[in-house]
């Protein structure tokens, strides 16, 4: 993670790429397809920081996330909390997953429900249709500026109980022409790896997608779903 928010334990502050870079090296010695990224919050807010960190680094790919919206994060009770209707605190962090599409300048979009992961506790009803406008706005903008769309796996082992995004807004990606799809773990331990992408990639194929993307020094490779 690289956040922003100077009180933050993941700070850019603290974020060094050097030590990360001969780590990412080592191991890739024993994982050759190992590839090294980083996830930005809230890119669009902090430029001159984001741009300034970029500088004269390399990368595999670059992620752009929603974590913060003020004070509180989407993954808290605390954020729900500060609304009387759950869709306003719903409608809130899909604005912002707008403007950080709009803004671009990543190679990626992870869990682009990431509001649904434990809001599900408080809008168990969420779905596609709820937010379709705004939904698609976010879609169409992703493939204008040709960024990635993350099935992210740790919803379902979190309140969400499915994929962030879920399967109803993967599909709706598919019908807006979107063909930049890769599922991830989301791992935050040793325990995560890997959790959950068996299941994705048999949601990918269920809908007919036959190639997802990975990156490489900030470029797309398309796999093959299937061998």
């Not at 009180?7 to 191991?27: I, Q, V």
């Not at 680094?57 to 913060?68: A, C, L, N, P, Y």
């Not at 500026?145 to 993967?170: H, K, Q, T, W, Y």
Request: charged share 30%; hydrophobic share 40%.
């Amino acid at each position: 993670h690289l956040d922003f928010h100077y009180n933050h334990p993941d700070s850019f502050m603290f974020l060094k790429y050097d030590d990360y870079t001969g780590a990412f090296l080592r191991e890739k010695k024993g994982f050759p397809g190992l590839m090294k990224g980083v996830e930005a919050g809230e890119p669009y807010l902090h430029h001159d920081l984001y741009m300034k960190f970029l500088e004269n680094k390399e990368f595999d790919f670059v992620m752009g996330s929603v974590h913060w919206l003020g004070d509180c994060s989407p993954v808290e009770d605390r954020y729900f909390s500060k609304y009387k209707n759950m869709n306003d605190a719903y409608k809130a962090y899909i604005e912002e997953e707008f403007k950080l599409v709009s803004y671009g300048n990543f190679d990626i979009a992870p869990h682009l429900t990431l509001v649904h992961r434990n809001g599900n506790k408080f809008l168990p009803e969420f779905n596609y249709g709820m937010f379709k406008s705004e939904l698609d706005d976010i879609l169409k903008v992703m493939i204008k500026n040709n960024i990635a769309l993350e099935v992210n796996c740790s919803g379902l082992r979190m309140a969400a109980g499915d994929f962030v995004p879920g399967e109803d807004i993967v599909k709706a990606y598919l019908g807006l022409g979107g063909n930049m799809l890769l599922a991830g773990s989301d791992a935050h331990n040793t325990k995560q790896d890997f959790f959950g992408l068996e299941k994705a990639y048999a949601m990918l194929d269920r809908l007919g997608v036959t190639e997802t993307v990975i990156f490489e020094k900030r470029k797309p490779k398309r796999i093959k779903l299937k061998k």
